[in-house]
């Protein structure tokens, strides 16, 4: 059987490889050393107890007195580095739900901005119109107030074209001599200074 010194050597060489995976790794190996080493123990007779060499018993718990410190310093290594991990994650998973809030509030500002923009558009179009309609009634108003005016001017003219006419028919009728005026070169209208 190996001595304590020798397999706490090759038990070192194996923790510090199996450590790195596992922190506890070398604790459980010397704690199945000390199952085995009892397991395979020689009984005395006649009773439950074993006969255990004593030296290998506390090579064994040096071993693990050894390796505890360590091994837990390494445990707590791997916890820190397990919680910093966790705290990082949590970390960015509340910026990646920060930014998707972010975005979705600019999504539904944006999509109310575009609502409001286009009742907006549909309130001016329909004030255009309005005021459209408007204008047209007023220039339509207009319009009719100066035809209105035009046909009251043109009746006025009839009457007073009528009215000549009939004179002239009068004059006409009675005999009078009509004047030429194609005929005459320099006429001489009254009123005027020849």
Not at 4 to 28: C, K, V
Not at 36 to 53: C, F, G, I, M, Q
Request: hydrophobic residues 40%; charged residues 35%.
């Amino acid at each position: 059987m190996a001595r304590p010194t020798e397999r706490a050597r090759r038990r070192d060489e194996m923790t510090s490889r199996t450590t790195t995976q596992n922190p506890t790794a070398g604790l459980l190996e010397i704690l199945e050393d000390l199952a085995s080493l009892l397991e395979n123990a020689r009984a005395v007779p006649l009773s439950t107890n074993v006969k255990v060499d004593r030296e290998q018993v506390l090579g064994l718990v040096d071993e693990l007195r050894d390796a505890l410190p360590t091994q837990v310093a390494r445990a707590d290594e791997v916890l820190a580095d397990a919680e910093r991990a966790l705290a990082d994650a949590h970390r960015q998973a509340e910026e990646i739900l920060a930014t998707a809030r972010a975005r979705a509030i600019e999504l539904v500002e944006r999509e109310q901005v575009v609502v409001q923009a286009r009742s907006r558009a549909a309130e001016i179009v329909a004030e255009a119109e309005r005021k459209a309609g408007e204008l047209r009634a007023d220039a339509d108003q207009y319009c009719d107030g100066r035809l209105a005016d035009f046909e009251q001017d043109l009746g006025t003219l009839t009457k007073q074209v009528q009215a000549g006419r009939a004179r002239l028919a009068e004059r006409l009728d009675a005999g009078t001599p009509r004047v030429r005026w194609d005929t005459v070169r320099d006429p001489q209208w009254p009123g005027r200074p020849g």
